[in-house]
């Protein structure tokens, strides 16, 4: 079984909201990662896990919150967003965070900001 | 620096014929792995294949088949008899170390598959 699971599938948030993007594996993984992808370009890494420690982040605004509550679980909690945080946000995980270790992707939540 | 390079941007191809899809990368690390992710319009990246640098065989899965030749820094995706559910964008992506094991990926390319 590789499956990621991402909720919701879809969000539509204003300005000012607070909402949370959810990110769930059961492969014991221990390494997780957020890309952000917008349309018709690559996905862009955010941040990645590794033993439930952030080890990499991208210089991602703070409005960007991300949090690891266990080694299956992936949070990004958003604050503030503004129109051109739009976009198709990636949640992926590996064994560990290694070169040849194959990510594995969810099917993403599509983020619209208003 | 790691560079990975999908120069086609869109491929439209009649079902049943052949297409390659060209990937190119860059890197200065000796132990390198090279990724293919096929992406759906539902938006989920599905792996496809892993090869890393000490191996060159070719590889063949059913009607995908991949050339890794080191020579020219090129691993090359070719699906034969092209079906309309192939129709997706493909990202060939370069992971090593001295890249902090993050995943680079191309800009994709973008095949339709006319019925």
């Known amino acids: 079984d590789t499956e990621v699971t991402q909720t919701p599938k879809h969000l539509v948030m204003g300005m000012t909201n607070k909402k949370s993007l959810k990110c769930e594996q059961h492969m014991g993984h221990r390494a997780m990662y957020w890309y952000k992808q917008k349309a018709k370009k690559p996905p862009e890494l955010m941040f990645v896990?590794?033993?439930?420690?952030?080890?990499i982040n991208e210089s991602v605004p703070s409005r960007f919150s991300p949090e690891c509550p266990n080694s299956s679980l992936l949070n990004l909690h958003l604050h503030a967003l503004q129109p051109e945080d739009s976009a198709l946000y990636l949640c992926?995980?590996?064994?560990?965070?290694?070169?040849?270790?194959?990510?594995?992707f969810g099917a993403g939540t599509r983020l619209s900001v208003l | 620096a790691q560079k990975v390079t999908q120069a086609q941007t869109e491929i439209s191809v009649v079902e049943k014929e052949d297409v390659t899809l060209d990937c190119v990368y860059e890197t200065r690390d000796t132990t390198y792995y090279l990724f293919w992710y096929k992406q759906p319009p539902s938006g989920e990246l599905v792996f496809l294949i892993r090869?890393?640098?000490?191996?060159?065989q070719n590889e063949i899965s059913g009607r995908y088949s991949w050339n890794f030749q080191k020579s020219t820094s090129s691993f090359n995706f070719t699906i034969t008899a092209s079906q309309v559910v192939d129709s997706a964008v493909y990202f060939c992506a370069l992971s090593s170390l001295t890249g902090a094991n993050n995943l680079f990926f191309g800009t994709g390319t973008r095949l339709t598959v006319i019925p």
């Open positions: 992926a995980s590996s064994q560990d965070a290694v070169s040849r270790n194959i990510q594995y």
């Open positions: 896990y590794s033993y439930e420690k952030l080890s």
């Open positions: 090869r890393n640098s000490f191996d060159e």
